[in-house]
């Protein structure tokens, strides 16, 4: 059957039949191939394709064009069947486990730690420039507040590289999994979202590792800054 599918399929690829075709039902209705082959069994379809041969001669009979239409149809339902079960089960899969949210704690203390560690690194190497900066009448308010949005724009950007970059892998995995029918399953406000809470925590992670180094070098003494080599 599934090589009857393929020969009426190049036979309707043909000029003759596409003309034919399009005279019955117009240029816009039924102009894919999956339209056409599910309405072999209609009797304008038949018409069109009274008297077509195969492409070694065998002339196609109705019956057949009746099975090839209902086993085309019954392969459309399969194909539907197993894109809804797709779906469903990554709905079942929806939310997180124990072992994913314990996964994520683990990674947004490594992030803090990170983090802060780097802060901590930075502000040493800027010793001078924060004496400096008190000694012209900097305030500790006016510090803590540099370093912390310093903190807030780095945590921005590193958020924006990590939303591209697990959105790129996320699709490459689930292609694997279940192909381009994935595409189909795509709710674009959900993975805005998504990427919107991402951004948010990343930024804020980035902010609360920022406020032990930023707080240390408000608190400051510029003469004891100035001392460091």
Not at 72 to 86: A, G, I, P, T, V
Not at 158 to 180: E, K, N, P, R, T
Not at 186 to 199: K, Q, V, W
């Amino acid at each position: 059957m599934s090589d009857s599918i393929e020969k009426v399929s190049t036979l309707l690829y043909e000029p003759e039949y596409r003309q034919k075709w399009r005279r019955v039902y117009g240029q816009m209705k039924y102009n894919k191939m999956e339209e056409k082959l599910a309405i072999l069994d209609s009797q304008k379809t038949l018409n069109i394709l009274e008297g077509a041969k195969y492409a070694e001669g065998t002339e196609i009979s109705v019956d057949q064009l009746k099975a090839i239409a209902r086993e085309f149809r019954s392969r459309q339902k399969l194909r539907d069947l197993e894109l809804y079960l797709d779906i469903d089960l990554f709905k079942q899969s929806a939310g997180f486990s124990a072992s994913q949210l314990y996964l994520m704690a683990l990674s947004f203390l490594v992030c803090v730690v990170g983090i802060t560690n780097a802060m901590l690194m930075s502000i040493t190497e800027r010793f001078r420039e924060i004496a400096t900066l008190k000694c012209l009448g900097a305030t500790d308010s006016f510090i803590l507040v540099q370093i912390v949005l310093e903190a807030l724009i780095q945590g921005a950007i590193g958020s924006v590289v990590g939303i591209v970059l697990g959105f790129l892998v996320a699709l490459v995995a689930s292609c694997l999994q279940v192909g381009m029918r994935v595409f189909s399953t795509f709710d674009f406000g959900m993975i805005g979202l998504a990427a919107l809470a991402s951004l948010v925590a990343g930024m804020l992670l980035a902010v609360l590792a920022s406020l032990y180094p930023s707080a240390r070098a408000a608190r400051m003494a510029p003469m004891e800054a100035m001392r460091v080599e």
